[in-house]
């Protein structure tokens, strides 16, 4: 795959967006206290077509707004890609402080013959009592990847150097949280990885390709239990206004269970959000993220902790997905979010972040690895305040490209 240093997104036809209810009146963390009426890409559409907007109807039952966005792109780990995504906001009726619950998904043809298809969703049931998550995704992949061989391998091929490797990817996470106190959930769940049919495909000398499978399998195998601790005392998850989550996953994975080796794993997520200023619609956001490895054995060679393959597939903007891999990872990450236009159409953001693993397939990459950028935000629906992110980012080495996101980053 070729490195990507220009790209363009967006081609939307939002048409097909539709706020269905208002929100209720407690969620604060979506209203704005502007008396400027808010508008979303829905708006502007009608009006360039002289349509009357019904979105804002008020209407018994649940609360749901959705957007549908076909769109065509082009980021670092795709080259062009044609995408359709869907998200859906809802919440349920009649409970104090309840939490947005949300369901997003979208299919992804690329440049490159890659086919990407995730699946999830964060359900809260009535009082917020229980919280349900699955992340589902299915991956067919020719990418990028570094760090194979690592210390073990010669300049011939360094840690440094990408490779492309082809693979196919199917993942299967689904849990259960119930609430212990106010905002504090304890439960677990399956996950499951798998991937399968992985090939090195560039044009490699027998020595090069022969080191490199050593690192690589044909097919790579993950099954076990999560153990979940949760704190979560925000209201919108899709676009978070204030408050805190803190979030613990340890992973045990079991060969009885179906991965071929026992190995596990601990992931420990934080996040906080403030109004900067206070009486501003503006937010100063905190990100902290730990993936460490806690057994002897190590895990799978991609399933090792590397950039952009938390589960939002967010980490490391300004580097390509995979460009450093480790036993252990530490991830920071700022973000100041800022309104362009009083009516929310338009926001800015600004970001830096900060990555570190641990030596084994590098020195340098247990060094401070930098990067920073700036984006737009086009609100995609006023009511579930869910944006199209599109960022610009920038890292060591010459690294740079864009990165798109429907909702926020974290």
Same mark, same amino acid.
């Given at each position: 795959?070729?490195?990507?240093?220009?790209?363009?997104?967006?081609?939307?036809?939002?048409?097909?967006?539709k706020?269905?209810?208002?929100?209720?009146?407690q969620?604060?963390?979506?209203?704005?206290t502007?008396?400027?009426?808010?508008?979303?890409?829905?708006?502007v559409?009608?009006?360039i077509?002289?349509k009357k907007?019904?979105?804002?109807?008020?209407?018994?039952?649940?609360k749901?707004?959705?957007?549908?966005?076909p769109?065509?792109?082009?980021t670092?780990?795709?080259?062009?890609?044609?995408v359709?995504?869907?998200?859906?906001?809802f919440?349920?009726?009649?409970?104090?402080?309840q939490?947005?619950?949300?369901?997003s998904?979208?299919f992804?043809y690329s440049q490159?013959?890659?086919i990407?298809?995730?699946?999830?969703?964060?359900?809260?049931?009535?009082?917020?009592?229980?919280?349900?998550?699955?992340?589902?995704?299915?991956?067919?992949?020719?990418?990028?990847?570094y760090?194979?061989?690592?210390?073990?391998?010669?300049?011939e091929?360094?840690s440094n150097?990408?490779?492309?490797?082809?693979?196919?990817?199917?993942?299967?996470?689904?849990?259960?949280?119930?609430?212990?106190?106010?905002?504090?959930?304890a439960?677990?769940g399956?996950?499951?990885?798998?991937?399968?049919?992985?090939k090195?495909?560039?044009?490699l000398?027998?020595?090069?390709?022969?080191?490199?499978?050593?690192?690589?399998?044909?097919?790579e195998?993950?099954?076990?239990?999560a153990?979940?601790?949760?704190?979560?005392?925000?209201i919108?998850?899709?676009?978070p206004?204030?408050?805190?989550?803190?979030?613990?996953?340890?992973?045990?994975?079991?060969?009885?269970?179906?991965? @071929?080796? #026992?190995?596990?794993?601990?992931?420990i997520?934080? /996040?906080?959000?403030? $109004?900067?200023?206070?009486s501003? *619609? !503006?937010v100063l956001?905190?990100w902290?993220?730990?993936w460490?490895?806690?057994s002897?054995?190590?895990?799978?060679?991609?399933?090792?902790?590397?950039?952009?393959?938390d589960? @939002?597939? #967010?980490?490391?903007?300004?580097?390509?997905?995979? /460009?450093?891999?480790? $036993?252990n990872?530490?991830?920071? *990450? !700022?973000?100041?979010?800022?309104?362009?236009?009083?009516?929310?159409?338009?926001?800015?953001?600004?970001?830096a972040?900060?990555?570190?693993?641990s030596?084994?397939?590098?020195?340098?990459?247990?060094k401070l690895l930098?990067g920073?950028?700036?984006?737009?935000?086009?609100?995609?629906n006023?009511?579930s305040?869910?944006n199209?992110?599109?960022d610009?980012?920038?890292?060591?080495d010459?690294?740079?490209?864009f990165?798109?996101?429907?909702g926020?980053?974290f």
């Open positions: 795959m070729k490195r990507i240093f220009i790209c363009f997104f967006i081609i939307t036809f939002s048409l097909f967006c706020a269905q209810i208002n929100p209720p009146q969620l604060s963390d979506t209203i704005h502007t008396e400027v009426p808010q508008k979303d890409i829905v708006d559409l009608h009006r077509l002289h907007n019904n979105a804002d109807t008020v209407r018994a039952g649940k749901f707004n959705w957007s549908f966005i769109a065509a792109g082009y670092l780990q795709t080259g062009f890609a044609g359709v995504s869907g998200n859906i906001g919440y349920q009726q009649g409970a104090k402080d939490k947005i619950s949300n369901i998904t979208s992804t490159y013959k890659q990407i298809f995730p699946l999830y969703s964060n359900i809260w049931t009535k009082g917020n009592k229980i919280n349900i998550i699955s992340d589902f995704k299915y991956l067919s992949y020719p990418s990028e990847i760090g194979l061989g690592g210390k073990r391998i010669s300049i091929a360094n150097t990408a490779y492309t490797v082809n693979f196919e990817y199917v993942k299967l996470h689904q849990s259960v949280m119930f609430k212990i106190l106010k905002n504090f959930y439960g677990g399956i996950f499951y990885d798998q991937f399968w049919n992985i090195v495909t560039d044009s000398g027998k020595r090069i390709s022969h080191l490199l499978t050593r690192d690589l399998q044909s097919s195998r993950a099954s076990g239990i153990v979940k601790a949760l704190f979560d005392n925000r919108n998850q899709i676009n206004q204030n408050g805190e989550y803190i979030s613990l996953t340890y992973r045990p994975n079991f060969t009885f269970m179906g991965s @071929q080796t #026992n190995w596990s794993s601990l992931q997520d934080a /996040r906080k959000y403030i $109004r900067f200023p206070a501003s *619609e !503006n956001a905190f902290g993220f730990a460490l490895n806690t002897k054995n190590a895990p799978p060679y991609l399933m090792l902790p590397s950039t952009g393959w589960d @939002q597939n #967010n980490i490391g903007r300004g580097y390509i997905q995979s /460009r450093f891999r480790g $036993r990872m530490y991830y920071y *990450e !700022n973000e100041y979010r800022f309104a362009i236009t009083r009516n929310g159409l338009l926001g800015g953001v600004v970001f972040n900060v990555q570190s693993f030596a084994d397939l590098s020195d340098e990459y247990k930098l920073y950028g700036l984006g737009v935000r086009i609100k995609l006023k009511h305040n869910t199209l992110c599109v610009y980012g920038f890292g060591k010459n690294s740079h490209g990165f798109v996101n429907i926020e980053v």
